[in-house]
Each structure stands twice: as structure tokens, then as C-alpha cells.
């Protein structure tokens, strides 16, 4: 639900990949509580649009504003500090390792201040603060009781809850979400869905997403990219009414759907 307050503003965000242009002034918006969706077809410039705002493409040009102030575009280090957290593709966690321990390596800014002098029995407190934090995290994904257990020994469901408590452990205020349902069953998805809703009270939300009953179901409103260029925004009925996005993305099919 959209606010007054704007916790992410990224105006006329431009990125080039030598001569091919990822993203064309774009423009958008996300204020607290709200799930935002931003959906289009494989290679529009979605993931480009989180990478930038992690730090992890350089920018042409464009502007931001976090939390209602204009920032530089940030370097990864930075994301903590400014209350921004994401999740990857796939859930890109360590296998060997456990999964309290995967989520404690999700507060970047405290392995670098204290989890790895931690683990090499030099900051206890250290250490023990970023336990409570992860099992914070994983009680919020109901995945606390296998804290313990490792990673390689989960089913693939299991790790997409693990890789989201991995980017809550930084207790974001505004959380990035790319593909969160990508290779679940149906019923996994309805419980994806949930999560989402029950995340977006504490922070809001941005999501990339192909599952487009996903994308209907929690999301408040929508930016569609094509190309690069965002060709339509609005409410979910909106978009899905909308001539543009049902050629290049939805097709009729969804109207009626």
C-alpha cells in the first residue's frame, strides 16, 4: 500500500553493455508495504535493474534516492547501510556449509567487521550476535529447525526459504527478490506467496518473476520492461489490460485469465 514516504526512487536509469544498451531511462518507484512486481520477457533489462542497484554494473546515467534522499549509486559494501538486501538467481549458497551458517554470511557488513575473527575464536560476542540474528532470519521463513542441517542435504524448495533468510539477515528495509518461485511446484508457490505477503510488513518489496500467478497475487503494483524501456506501470489490472504488454509479454490469454 503506497505511501507518502519513498523508500526507493530510481529516475532515468540508463546501463550500456558496450554497445548494447541494457536499460533506457528507467524510471521507478517503490514506497513502504508495497510488493512491486517487475515482470517482462527474458533479456528486458530486469536483472540489469538489480545489479545496478547493488553495485554490480556501472551506471551511465540516472539518479537515486533511498529513503527519501539522493544517494550515489552504491558499491556492494554499501547495500547494508542503506537498508537494501537481495536474493540471486537460483539461491547461490554453500553447499558444504550449514544453513545457520549460510545466513550469517549474509550480513556483509558484519563478516567483515567480526564473523570471520568470530570463526577463528578471536570475537565470541561477535559471533553470537550474528547466530541470534540468522535464526532470527530463518524463523521468519519457518526454516529454524534445520539451522543445523547442511545445505547439500535440503530439497530445492527448502534452499529458496534458506537463500531469502540469507538477505533478511541485514534486517533490510527494502528487500530485492529475483525469481523467488523459479523452479517450484504449484504448491510450493502458494506457500512462496504467503512468505511474500508476510515479508512486506516489515520491508518493502521489489520482485523480478516469470510465474505470473505469483506476480497477480502479491503484487501491488507493476513496471513492465521490454528492451530495456519500461512500456507500461500501474496497478496489476491495469497492466494486464494493457495493449503493449499483452503483445510483448502476456499475451491474450491473460486478460481473461
Known amino acids: 500500500m503506497e505511501s507518502n514516504s519513498t523508500l526507493l526512487s530510481i529516475q532515468n536509469l540508463s546501463v550500456n553493455f558496450g554497445g548494447l544498451k541494457a536499460l533506457s531511462h528507467v524510471s521507478l518507484d517503490l514506497h513502504p508495504g508495497e510488493v512491486v512486481g517487475l515482470i517482462g520477457p527474458n533479456g528486458a533489462g530486469k536483472t540489469t535493474l538489480f545489479n545496478a542497484v547493488s553495485g554490480l554494473v556501472d551506471v551511465e546515467s540516472g539518479s537515486l534516492r533511498v529513503h527519501d534522499q539522493d544517494r550515489p549509486w552504491p558499491k556492494p559494501h ?65 526454516a529454524a529447525g534445520i539451522a543445523h542441517r547442511p545445505v547439500e542435504s535440503l530439497p530445492y524448495p527448502t534452499t529458496k526459504r534458506v537463500a531469502i533468510a540469507r538477505a533478511l539477515v541485514s534486517e533490510p528495509k527494502i528487500l530485492l527478490l529475483d525469481e523467488p518461485a523459479g523452479g517450484l511446484g504449484a504448491q510450493d508457490i502458494d506457500w512462496m506467496n504467503g512468505l511474500i505477503r508476510n515479508l512486506s510488513e516489515n520491508c518493502a518489496i521489489l520482485l523480478v518473476e516469470h510465474h505470473m500467478d505469483v506476480v497477480m497475487s502479491v503484487c501491488h503494483r507493476l513496471y513492465v520492461l521490454n528492451f530495456g524501456e519500461v512500456i507500461a506501470h500501474g496497478s496489476v489490472h491495469e497492466v494486464r489490460q494493457n495493449p503493449a504488454v499483452i503483445a510483448a509479454y502476456l499475451g491474450s490469454g491473460a486478460v481473461s485469465a
Open 78 to 142: 554499501d547495500l547494508v547501510d542503506l537498508g537494501i538486501s537481495r536474493t540471486l538467481q537460483g539461491v547461490g549458497l554453500f553447499p558444504d556449509l550449514t544453513v545457520l551458517e549460510n545466513v550469517m554470511l549474509g550480513a556483509t557488513k558484519f563478516v567483515e567487521s567480526g564473523f570471520i575473527r568470530a570463526s577463528l575464536g578471536f570475537d565470541a560476542r561477535d559471533e553470537a550476535r550474528l547466530r541470534t540474528r540468522a535464526m532470527n532470519a530463518l524463523e521468519r521463513v519457518y
